[in-house]
């Protein structure tokens, strides 16, 4: 039986409900009240969807977005809302933390607030932009009224939307002498995000200032700021946006040598017994990493939560959390008839040291692993990254938990090659 949220469930009774499917063939779009939902499940929780990974599954199954319209209404239709974050480089410049500051934990960022703040009085911010800043706006506040046309993936057409009095949220607001810069924070990896969360706010602003907006998304995870600005080339067009620039930041020192990896392996005495938890089908470390750093932010989460709060579908929860819990990161048990994940002691030790301890941690905790172990040795030995079938050959004598089949070998094996190549990547 395949995992359904309640998201899913009640957006399914919805559509039947009012038909939706055959009104979007017939009208291109359906518009739908709070009121509506409400009958179902709460408006707030089944409307919120940063990530297209979060959709419902009716949504996917037939290439729906929704968006609001007023504070009360809302659109669906096929509508191309979401952009893919572009691949860009990692280099990371270190900027210094302010020695006068008492009421901040600079090693403890743990909301999106204090992201901002930080970003903010390290100069981070200013060095992204490049004037001089000063804090103006932020929090909850009216689009106003303004009409946008956005992509229909479906018909290849563009539609018009008005949109009038819908509520927004600005996570930091900063004016200089030539711009506005508005920012979107999260504390969470993904790989695309919701348009709306910039571009409505940039329709406001436009509207009421003569400066320039410069429109700002800022995602912290293990330790690195990394900022994104996004430019709209057609004020009226929704999809008209543009990566203008990108920076990463840091306020640690991120150097990890090849000779600090090669100082833990050398010190691993002997691997543990593989675990009796499926063996890890997680092929993005830093996602294994950004898990652990949600979990240590809010101590526990539901598989429903996690499933509908963050970048991940109903599966791929299912294997970063099986990760986690096969390094003894995360843990697992029911609580009120729901499966609820908390980090373990280690996971918490780990979380709480700076970049580079930490991260050599995760190797530690990587290396003791026979398979991995077996593989990174492989990979120095013959100073060539592994075939798949050599990967397999280790798997096969390490008697893993519970994978007989090649199929399964295969799909485990692209997780040992990327989480060695994470390991690897620490040290170039």
Known sequence: MTYETKNDK??????????????????????????????????????????????PKLFI???????????????????????????????????????????????????????????????????????????????????????????????????????????????GGYESENFLTLIEVKNSISEDFLIRQLYYPFRLWSNRVSKNIRNIFLIYSNSIFSFYEYGFDDLHDYNSLVLKKHKNYSLEDLKISLDNIFEIFDNIEKNIKEPEIPFPQADKFDRVINLC?????????TREQITCEYDFDVRQTNYYTDAGR????????????????????????????????????????????????????SYTEKKRALEKHEIIEIMKKSDIYKVKSESTYSRRASTVSSWINWILNLGR
């Not at 903010?120 to 103006?136: H, N, Q």
């Open 326 to 377: 096969y390094l003894d990161l995360i843990n697992r048990e029911k609580v009120d008839g729901n499966i609820t994940y908390y980090l373990t002691k280690k996971g918490k030790k780990i979380l709480e040291k700076k970049y580079k301890h930490k991260n050599l941690l995760f190797v530690e905790t990587i290396l003791i692993h026979k398979v991995f172990y077996a593989t990174f040795k």
């Open 10 to 55: 009640a957006w399914s009774k919805i559509f039947d409900k009012y038909n939706i499917v055959d009104e979007i063939k017939r009208n291109k779009f359906y518009k739908i009240k709070s009121s509506q939902i409400n009958e179902f499940r709460e408006a707030r929780l089944m409307t919120k969807f940063d990530y297209k990974k979060n959709l």
């Open 293 to 301: 750093e949600i979990l240590y932010k809010k101590n526990s989460l």
């Open 61 to 171: 199954e037939y290439s729906l977005s929704i968006l609001p319209i007023t504070r009360g209404d809302y659109i669906i239709s096929s509508f191309e809302a979401y952009h893919i974050f572009e691949k860009l480089n990692n280099i990371v410049e270190k900027v210094e933390t302010p020695m006068n500051i008492e009421s901040i934990n600079f090693e403890s960022i743990t909301s999106e607030s204090t992201t901002v703040n930080i970003a903010y009085i390290t100069g981070m911010l200013e060095d992204f932009i490049g004037e001089k800043l000063l804090p103006t706006v932020n929090g909850r506040m009216s689009s106003e009224e303004f009409k946008f046309y956005i992509n229909n993936g479906k018909s290849k057409t563009r539609q018009e939307i008005l949109v009038k009095n819908s509520q927004i949220e600005i996570d």
